[in-house]
């Protein structure tokens, strides 16, 4: 089935740095790419879209001068969180689909996410 | 604005009991719909997916089956197993986006 590799796993940063996290599709393009954050014991929230070659759209309430997303080609999605603070702290997940034909049965596709802590 | 809800939050059984896990959705236009297992501090882990045409989709010990008049889901897991112990999620598609349920937590002890 479709892989999607994220990383890093965990990121330790100090409050004010920003972190960038990288998502892969590794057996497929992917011109859409998916973030998500994850609180303790709750769903998944979705954060925004990612267009390779375009802006990202942002779910209502996400800032997108805090997470900032670039999709530069078909196989690599990056989220930056910037000047990061305590409260961003969080699990966050990447999803893609593989849309080709035959493997469209696959659905959705995760990374293992990145748990993220802001000290 | 599709909501998904999941029922139970969680759940307790004891080794080789089958289960039924319940999803409901308020937006009957869904496109598909996704199984999904994440383990503790993991990312998800895709279960079933029970494409808009049809009812229901079958895995090993897991079947998933799908009623988009009525709004439901579920996933039933035969014979569970302490190895089946997780999270499992629910997800609806629309038009790409996927809308997850709130989860039910799974133990199953030995």
């Known amino acids: 089935g479709a892989v999607v590799s994220q990383h890093p796993s965990r990121v330790i940063c100090k409050s004010g740095t920003s972190v960038k996290i990288e998502c892969r599709s590794l057996d497929f393009q992917a011109t859409t790419m998916f973030w998500y954050r994850q609180f303790p014991k709750q769903s998944l929230m979705l954060m925004a879209t990612s267009n390779e070659g375009s802006k990202a759209t942002y779910e209502q309430g996400v800032e997108k001068d805090k997470f900032l997303i670039n999709h530069a080609s078909l196989t690599l999605s990056t989220l930056t969180v910037t000047s990061a603070h305590p409260e961003d702290s969080s699990f966050y997940i990447c999803?893609?689909?593989?849309?080709?034909?035959?493997?469209?049965?696959?659905?959705?596709?995760f990374g293992s996410g990145t748990r993220l802590t802001v000290v | 604005k599709q909501e998904v809800t999941q029922i139970p939050a969680a759940l307790s059984v004891p080794e080789g009991e089958n289960l039924v896990l319940n999803c409901s959705f308020t937006d009957s236009a869904i496109y598909n719909l996704q199984w999904f297992r994440q383990d503790p501090g993991k990312g998800l882990t895709s279960l079933l997916l029970?494409?808009?045409?049809?009812r229901e989709q079958t895995s090993g010990r897991l079947n998933a089956s799908l009623d988009k008049s009525s709004g439901r889901s579920t996933l039933y897991i035969a014979a569970s197993q302490p190895g089946d112990s997780a999270t499992y999620l629910c997800a609806g598609t629309g038009f790409q986006k996927l809308v997850f349920g709130t989860g039910t937590r799974l133990l199953v002890s030995p």
């Open positions: 999803s893609a689909r593989d849309h080709s034909a035959g493997r469209e049965l696959y659905g959705y596709t």
């Open positions: 029970i494409q808009s045409s049809q």
